[in-house]
C-alpha cells in the first residue's frame, strides 16, 4: 500500500469511501453487511488506513454498517472520517444532533477526520451565518474537546464558492475533499480549485476518481488510444495514476461496490506509478474530446450577458447545461440551480435570441435554455 504523509500521520493513498456499499436488495439501504465485512478486513489487511462514511450515505445506514465493521479492530488502527451533512438545507441548525448520533451510529467517541460537506451554490450562505445556525463554532468546539481530531470540507461549488468558504474559515481547514478526476480537470475547472487550496496550503482528498464508475466505460478506439501507451494498464488505473500524479492530492476515496472492485483497487496501489507528461497530455486531450462531443462551446467571454433582457448568467448555465448533457442527469447542476430564483433560472428565458446575434461561438443559446429547462422537468 502506498501512503501519504500528512502532519503526523500516513495516510493510505488509497481510502474506502462507504457511499457505494453491496447491497442485497433494490434499496440502497438494505446493505450487504457480510460482504462489508469481507471488504473491510481485505482491505485492513492490506495496509487501507483511511475510511469514509456520511450521514445521507445509503439513507442512514452507512454510518451503522461501518461502525459495525470497524469496532471490530483496536481504534487506533484505522481513520474514520465523518460529515455534517449541509447538502440538505433541513439539517441546518441541527448539527449538535446529529454530530451525537452520528457518533452513536459509528460505534465511537471522536472522529479522526470531520467535514463541513458539500459546500456549494445553495448552501454557502448558511455555511457563513454562524450566528444563526452554529455549524463552523459548534464543530470547533468539538475540535477543542478533541472529539474532532483534523477539520476540513468537501466541496462540489464553483471555485468562487470555495473561495467565499476559505475567506471565512480557511484558517481552520486543514483538508478539502474535491470530485477530481482526468475528465473533470478541465470540464469542472478542478484544476482552478486545486490551485486555489494550494494557495491556502490545505492538502486535497479526492472523491469521484472515477466519475461515478464512468470513467471505466470507455468506448473501444478510446480505450485502445491508452492501452497503445501503457498496455498492461486498465482504465481504472490509469484514472488512479492521473491521481499519483497530483503532489496536493493525500487521500484517493474509491466508493466500491464488491469485491472484485476492491481487489482492482488494492492491486494498483501496491505501486507508485503516476503518469508522465505524455501520458497526461494524452489523457487530457482525450478528456477534451470525449466533453466536446456534447458540449456547447461556450468561451465565458459574457457578451451575452449584457443583451439578455432578463439578466441571465447565461456562461454558468450553459456550463451547467454541458455537465448535465454530458452526465445523463446527475445532481450537480440541479443542486447549484436551486440557489437561483425562479426569474435567473433557464426557464426564465424568453427565447428572444439577443444573447445570439452577439454570440462570437453562435450558440443557439435559447435552444439550449429550452433543452435544459425540458431535461430539469420531471417527466417532460
Known amino acids: 500500500m502506498i501512503y501519504r504523509t500528512f502532519q503526523d500521520k500516513q495516510l493510505s493513498n488509497l481510502g474506502l469511501g462507504a457511499m457505494r456499499l453491496p447491497v442485497t436488495g433494490d434499496s440502497d439501504a438494505q446493505i450487504d453487511e457480510p460482504q462489508v465485512f469481507r471488504m473491510v478486513d481485505e482491505a485492513m489487511a492490506a495496509g487501507v488506513n483511511y475510511y469514509d462514511t456520511a450521514w445521507g450515505y445509503h439513507s442512514g445506514q452507512s454510518e451503522v454498517v461501518m461502525g459495525k465493521a470497524l469496532s471490530r479492530y483496536p481504534r487506533d488502527s484505522y ?23 452520528q457518533l452513536r451510529r459509528c460505534r465511537t467517541d471522536h472522529f479522526d477526520f470531520y467535514l463541513f460537506h458539500n459546500v456549494c451554490e445553495l448552501n454557502i450562505e448558511h ?35 470555495i473561495r467565499r468558504f476559505l475567506d471565512a474559515y480557511g484558517k481552520d481547514m486543514e483538508f478539502c475533499q474535491l470530485q477530481v478526476n482526468w475528465l473533470d480537470w478541465d470540464f469542472q475547472d478542478a484544476k482552478a480549485k486545486v490551485a486555489l487550496l494550494r494557495e491556502w496550503n490545505i492538502p486535497v482528498w479526492v472523491m ?41 492530492v493525500k487521500v484517493i476515496l474509491s466508493g466500491m461496490s464488491n469485491e472484485a472492485q476492491m481487489k482492482e ?41 449584457s443583451h439578455c433582457p432578463m439578466e441571465l448568467n447565461i456562461p454558468w448555465l450553459l456550463e451547467l447545461y454541458n455537465e448535465h448533457v454530458y452526465s445523463g442527469g446527475g445532481f450537480l447542476a440541479p443542486m447549484a440551480l436551486d440557489s437561483l430564483p425562479d426569474d435567473k433560472k433557464p426557464s426564465a428565458c424568453v427565447g428572444c435570441r439577443s444573447c445570439e446575434q452577439v454570440c462570437p461561438q453562435q450558440i443557439r443559446i435559447s435552444e439550449a435554455m429550452r433543452d435544459f429547462t425540458a431535461r430539469l422537468t420531471p417527466g417532460a
Open 79 to 101: 481513520y474514520l472520517a465523518d460529515k455534517f451533512p449541509g447538502y440538505d438545507l433541513s439539517n441546518m441548525g441541527k448539527v449538535e444532533e446529529i454530530f451525537e448520533e
Open 127 to 161: 455555511y457563513l451565518d454562524d450566528a444563526k445556525y452554529r455549524t463552523y463554532s459548534y464543530l470547533m468546539k468539538q475540535k477543542e474537546a478533541g472529539r474532532i481530531r483534523t477539520l476540513g470540507f468537501s466541496a462540489h461549488g464553483s471555485a468562487e464558492v
Open 208 to 248: 469521484e476518481p472515477l466519475r461515478g464508475g464512468s470513467l471505466v466505460k470507455l468506448s473501444a478506439a478510446d480505450a485502445e488510444r491508452l492501452r497503445a501507451l501503457r498496455p498492461d494498464e486498465t482504465p481504472v488505473g490509469w484514472a488512479f495514476r492521473f491521481l499519483q500524479g497530483i503532489p496536493d
Open 265 to 305: 483497487n488494492l492491486r494498483i496501489f501496491e505501486t507508485d506509478a503516476p503518469l508522465n507528461a505524455e501520458e497526461t497530455e494524452a489523457l487530457l486531450r482525450l478528456a477534451g474530446e470525449m466533453t466536446a462531443r456534447t458540449a456547447l462551446p461556450c468561451t465565458g467571454c459574457r457578451y451575452c450577458v
